[in-house]
DNA sequence: ACAAAAGTGTTAAGTCTACACCCATGA
DNA sequence: TCATGGGTGTAGACTTAACACTTTTGT
């Protein structure tokens, strides 16, 4: 027996959520589409999957396509399966979300791409059903970081307290006293304080930290829990 | 335009992990496999997606095919789609986790199957990388049941507070105190105390409880978090 | 009358929340 | 010197954890 004869075979397509934060805002990268149907309409980063690429090489060499960047942090999000999803052929597209450091991005690969960072609350009308894509993305990387501290991976690898407050208020979409946050922070243990500071933000300047790697991949798992109101989960 | 030509179309399956419990101990229901690869060796009860239906449609196909039950708590966990997991063609599967109350379970249709409830503990090897999808099953009703009040579904319509006890000391694979357990349990609302007792696991009897269809929708998100070792989410 | 499981309250420890002032510096 | 953002501590409220005895009833 060499095959599963009288199975229909089908289109694989992996789309990826990428987000990036700018110190202001949480956006994700989008790229307009370069062929048909949809032309020119705006849509994620995405590509079929090949015969000889696992499910999560096809994912990273899509965000390396349009990025360059490899090793980041990318997560499987979920596979959605309608048979109306694209009108030329069924295709099923398993997505995944990225977190990058914004500052790594090298913006020259946009042109070929014709790729822009959009704030979440200003995302253009996607192709498919990418919409509902984007909105299981938001939900996840809120439900995530509630209790672990994948945050971090949108900052560089020195970061300020106020960076990282402005970072969760923005993916919380709530205000955080910051007297509760750095001490919330400041007891896991993960960060580690830097000599030097950041004088971008302030004339005194912030103290800049760095991630406790030991630490971080020992407490990935039950990290902690101070978003103010649970309620930023639900949606 | 008609099709995305030159790309490749692949097998697409969905595999069901199946939870039950039985009143002491969580179980997982697998069939032995009907046809060749592996014949006769333990499986998750799957099949292929077929040309007119959706994910969600085929898993619950599935479902039922194996169970007669419609309407139970069904869940998609995770896609594999690593190039060689199926020997004989390349086929990425979209697994899915169901809670089904066991005594709803026609046992029956198992003769057709040959399916079998096994606990946790003592999974058979499994064909493939099904070792692996029950891994991430597992892990994924403890994570989501620390939070989520899933668990419910296991049990049938009108249950005890022992019974309950008992099914979150078996998910959670550790000891609860039930002044404690009872006190949060009730705290959430969630619960209508009936007027009548379960009278056979002892001889004053417990009372039986019913979901409050009303708050349990409304207090999914955000349940509760009375797990007393966080570390029982880490495997 | 006794064995076996159900049911129920209190206290101390720990955690969380709210809140306000001083510091450092560049302009 | 002043405007701007950075940094820090405490007290009260609330939540959680630990703990033991009484009730019911079938045998």
């Keep these: ?117 959009f704030p979440l609350k200003r995302v253009p009308k996607l192709i498919f059903d990418q919409q509902e894509m984007v909105e299981a993305a938001k939900k996840r990387i809120r439900y995530k970081a509630a209790m672990h501290p994948i ?21 919380f979409n709530t205000p955080i006293d910051k007297r509760n946050f750095s001490k919330r922070v400041l007891a896991t243990g993960l960060l580690i304080k830097q000599n030097d500071k950041d004088k971008a933000g302030s004339k005194r300047g912030a103290y800049y930290y760095q991630l406790n790697m030991q630490n971080y991949y020992a407490k990935f798992q039950a990290f902690m829990n101070f978003i103010p109101n649970p309620d930023s989960l639900l949606h």
């Design 1 to 117: 027996m060499q095959k599963y004869s009288k199975q229909t075979r089908l289109l694989l397509a992996v789309d990826c959520i990428i987000f990036g934060f700018d110190g202001d805002t949480l956006k994700i990268l989008l790229i307009k589409r370069s062929f048909e149907p949809q032309k020119d309409n705006w849509s994620l980063m995405g590509g079929f999957v090949q015969p000889k690429e696992s499910l999560d090489q096809a994912a990273n060499r899509i965000l390396k396509q349009l990025t360059e960047l490899q090793g980041v942090y990318l997560e499987q999000l979920h596979t959605f399966g309608n048979t109306k999803r694209d009108p030329i052929e069924r295709t099923v597209s398993v997505t995944y979300f990225a977190l990058i450091d914004i500052n790594k991005y090298q913006t020259q690969l946009s042109k070929d791409y014709h790729a822009e960072w």
């Design 151 to 171: 945050l971090f991976e949108l900052l560089p690898g020195k970061f300020t307290l106020p960076q990282l407050q402005t970072l969760y208020e923005s993916v």
